[in-house]
């Protein structure tokens, strides 16, 4: 074997990590199609999958996929389809009422 058959072998994928990333990103499209899920919602429903993190966040990736860094607004972490996406309607109304009291403590 040569060097470059070495790297080949050691870098080329293999056909049942395909499969899994394939069947992880059909997950994905499913249980994201409503919208923006919580991320650790989604691992804990991936893990019963038999999806690890890893897996996950690769077969979000490859379908165009987006972590959505919500930590500002005391969301923590979620993952949609599309970014850009609508929040769901009761995390939007908990924000507008955690803006309406912040801005009435201002006052």
């Known amino acids: 074997m040569t060097a470059d058959d070495v790297l080949v072998k ?13 069947r992880c990103e059909a ?10 899920v919580r991320s650790p919602d989604v691992y804990d429903a991936a893990k019963m999958q038999e999806f690890g993190q890893t897996t996950v966040k690769r077969a979000l990736k490859n379908i165009g996929g987006d972590h959505i860094d919500r930590r500002n607004q005391r969301e923590g972490y979620w993952m949609t389809l599309t970014p850009g996406a609508p929040f769901p309607v009761d995390v939007v ?5 955690t803006m309406a009291s912040a801005a009435g403590e201002e006052l």
Do not use: C, H, M, W
């Open 93 to 97: 109304e908990r924000e507008q009422v």
């Open 27 to 36: 997950f994905l499209r499913t249980y994201l199609a409503k919208g923006p």
């Open 10 to 22: 050691q870098n080329s994928r293999k056909p049942d990590d395909d499969r899994q990333i394939a």
